[in-house]
């Protein structure tokens, strides 16, 4: 006697092309961002690209800003809330981006993300002389996103509380699984599992 259903040849020919399909990349990535600030410039009274030289007077909205914080000159340590919804998805990997401009008087800021230095933000103050626009970006650990909760501290730590800056945005993008990837690796787990225990059963229930 033989168990129907699914035979271990069928279930074999299934997980293969679940295999197939994740390694050809039907297993996208989706990426969550939290942000703060527009990408404008500071202001869009010029367009400014990293390395840019500046006055901190062309900054447009200098004095309001966008109510965030950002796209006005400021002087000393700013710290602000990165919230984002992941749900149950897994982290695969994390990014910060940030685009400043002016920092660096006396030394160079430290960026924090609850307490963890991601690293420091590249020198845009020339001695005084003038101000300068970088974009930086920092790999972050998986094990500092919040998945409970959704939200991270972002903290600019300067070495000189009277040095002057703007800061036109910062971005979180955290890269996920697409959640149909998942669906269809949980297909190939359980197909799987059906094959090897229909193999079991075949093996021992012959008469």
């Known amino acids: 006697m033989h168990f129907s259903g699914f035979g271990v040849d069928e279930m074999k020919q299934l997980l293969g092309a679940v295999l197939l399909a994740l390694g050809s990349g039907v297993a996208s990535a989706a990426t969550i961002v939290a942000q703060v600030g527009d990408v404008d410039g500071f202001g869009q009274c010029a367009t400014f690209g990293s390395g840019s030289k500046f006055e901190w007077s062309t900054v447009c909205d200098n004095g309001t800003g966008d109510g965030d914080g950002t796209d006005t000159w400021v002087y000393g340590d700013r710290g602000f809330t990165l919230a984002y919804d992941l749900g149950w998805l897994p982290i695969k990997s994390a990014t910060l ?71 036109d945005y910062v971005k979180l993008s955290i890269t996920v699984p697409e959640p149909g990837g998942l669906a269809l690796l949980a297909v190939g787990l359980i197909a799987a599992g059906f094959a090897g225990r229909n193999a079991r059963k075949t093996i021992g229930c012959h008469v």
């Open 97 to 167: 981006e940030v685009f400043a401009g002016g920092v660096g008087l006396n030394g160079k800021a430290s960026v924090l993300l609850d307490g963890q230095l991601l690293g420091k933000l590249r020198n845009g103050n020339d001695n005084g002389q003038g101000n300068y626009a970088f974009l930086d970006l920092f790999e972050v650990s998986p094990d500092l996103i919040r998945q409970s909760g959704g939200s991270n501290q972002l903290m600019f730590d300067l070495v000189n509380d009277r040095d002057g800056w703007v800061l």
